[in-house]
């Protein structure tokens, strides 16, 4: 069997699809080629509509899970054009989907977490086994079903003896702790918001995707009574394993903190929001990850300059980088997981880790659609 997998992962920033195409025939994986592809403006902003209650929801789900297929297929293409490698030398391509929708352990006890997607035309369009649905296994048995990626965390960057901590920053930011002793020594949770509020509240006021570099941010003030009301949402204070999305951090949650105060500079907002993704996730280093000397970063949050100049500032004691150091570029790390994830499903291995998700014990997760 081939060891050639592809990786699609498509966050809650919803900017697009980033894709690697991994070799994982030697000792350690092997990145072939990454692309990535940029969602219209119409599919960025029906994917943001249906996190939230609306008409017609199951109708517009479906057409916007084949219009996001289509841009993996093409992200798939364009992986297979760059390596020179054939469609059937790749045993299965890792789809995650474009979250909608995280309610884990919600209303019947067990709940629900909805990822769209449509893997059986993305078998079609591509010629190539698709692994799905990673998430509902473990929901299905009492897990939030996320994070995933600490399992992958652990194979990529675990160090035998010491303690290593890894931060994702995509649109929603989550912590994986990599203890000492490697297999039963790992915690992951999500922290709270990373980039989906920032990004946002710019595309409000500047009409623009993303503050670049946090340039934006770093114009304004840090507004010490917003941040307060921010910080006072009781999820942060939650033990782990925990899990969160956009059900909960969204611009009327924003909104909700704001009515009450003096209206503020756009900037200054922005500035605090910064400030709002540096601190929960500081806090959960901090809680979580005392023994660590360094903090590994990855997903888009790496390049926005001045949220990462407030992760140092709240971590001293730590050396902030970026994943490149260790051997995988920031954007290509969740999407080498999904990869991962899709051949430990082929080859029948479970890939959750109930310390995790606070399943009732480790699953093999996702579904296969033969090519």
């Not at 409000?204 to 503050?211: E, R, T, V």
């Not at 770093?218 to 782990?240: H, N, S, W």
Request: aromatic share 6%.
């Amino acid at each position: 069997m081939s060891e050639l997998y592809v990786g699609l992962m498509s966050g809650t920033s919803l900017d697009g699809v980033d894709g690697v195409l991994v070799d994982f025939s030697g000792t350690t994986l092997r990145v072939l080629s990454y692309s990535s592809a940029p969602f219209s403006n119409t599919l960025t902003q029906e994917l943001l509509a249906l996190n939230s209650p609306g008409p017609n929801e199951l109708h517009r789900a479906a057409l916007a899970a084949n219009a996001l297929v289509r841009v993996y297929a093409q992200v798939v293409a364009d992986l297979l054009e760059k390596s020179c490698i054939h469609h059937g030398q790749v045993t299965a391509i890792g789809a995650h989907g474009q979250t909608v929708r995280h309610r884990p352990q919600a209303f019947d006890g067990i709940g629900y977490t909805l990822q769209l997607n449509s893997p059986a035309l993305l078998a079609e369009l591509t010629g190539i086994a698709v692994i799905a649905d990673f998430r509902s296994r473990d929901v299905a048995a009492g897990g939030q079903g996320a994070p995933l990626v600490p399992a992958f965390h652990q194979a990529v960057f675990g160090r035998p003896g010491q303690t290593v901590a890894t931060l994702n920053i995509g649109g929603i930011s989550n912590l994986t702790v990599l203890g000492p002793h490697q297999a039963d020594d790992v915690l992951g949770f999500d922290c709270g918001p990373g980039n989906a509020l920032m990004d946002a509240w710019c595309r409000q006021h500047l009409g623009q995707a993303f503050d670049a570099n946090g340039a934006w941010a770093a114009t304004g003030q840090v507004q010490g009574d917003l941040l307060a009301a921010l910080l006072r949402e009781p999820y942060f204070d939650q033990p782990a394993p925990k899990s969160t999305g956009r059900d909960l951090f969204n611009m009327g949650w924003l909104a909700g903190k704001l009515q009450d105060l003096a209206p503020m500079a756009p900037e200054n907002v922005q500035a605090t929001l910064t400030e709002l993704t540096a601190s929960v996730c500081a806090t959960s280093v901090t809680r979580y990850a005392l023994e660590s000397h360094e903090l590994i970063v990855c997903g888009g949050g790496v390049f926005n300059g001045h949220l990462m100049q407030r992760l140092q500032a709240h971590l001293p004691s730590l050396q902030v980088s970026s994943s490149q150091a260790h051997g995988l570029p920031p954007l290509e790390v969740e999407a080498a997981a999904f990869a991962w994830l899709a051949r430990k499903t082929v080859l029948r291995e479970t890939s959750s880790l109930k310390k995790v998700t606070g399943a009732r014990g480790a699953r093999v997760l996702g579904a296969i659609y033969p090519a």
